[in-house]
């Protein structure tokens, strides 16, 4: 199987910088996968919430997690930030694709890459939901302009 080509951090037009902690290496002196997922959840709702205008606390429509993927490529330690980048790979009615590159500071090259799926649905009932006008327009601005959207 061919390696995917590396993302270059210009591939990525949001960023917000996390700082690491402490507890976030391991014992192997790095920060350990299972981060890089909270890594990725923190720069996806921090859009949302501050982009999108996503209600955490009382919204009628909120997205649930369906699927998530991550590709290591070279080490992240404390107490170095990451730059975490986010753009929008698919756009669709109810559910988005996210895909994110985890970079180090001052680097071009991402330390990770992955993908995070939402699937909006009415916080009520779990059923599927058209996403949020507002949310829908944040997402729009980051998806890259050779994609396309659905409804």
């Not at 859009?47 to 992240?76: N, S």
Request: charged fraction near 20%; proline fraction near 7%; include cysteine.
């Amino acid at each position: 199987m061919a390696e995917p080509a590396i993302e270059r951090r210009v591939d990525y037009p949001h960023f917000l910088t996390i700082t690491t902690r402490w507890m976030d290496n391991d014992l192997y002196g790095h920060v350990n996968n299972v981060v890089y997922y909270s890594f990725f959840d923190t720069v996806i709702n921090q859009y949302l919430i501050r982009a999108g205008k996503l209600d955490i606390h009382d919204g009628t429509v909120i997205g649930l997690a369906v699927e998530t993927m991550c590709r290591f490529y070279r080490p992240l330690a404390y107490p170095d930030p990451v730059d975490a980048g986010l753009r929008v790979g698919k756009l669709g009615r109810t559910s988005v694709r996210y895909e994110i590159g985890l970079f180090a500071a001052g680097q071009d090259e991402p330390a990770a890459t992955g993908h995070f799926v939402h699937v909006f649905v009415e916080r009520s009932n779990r059923r599927p939901a058209p996403i949020p006008a507002t949310i829908r327009s944040a997402l729009a601005a980051i998806l890259p302009s050779e994609k396309h959207t659905a409804g």
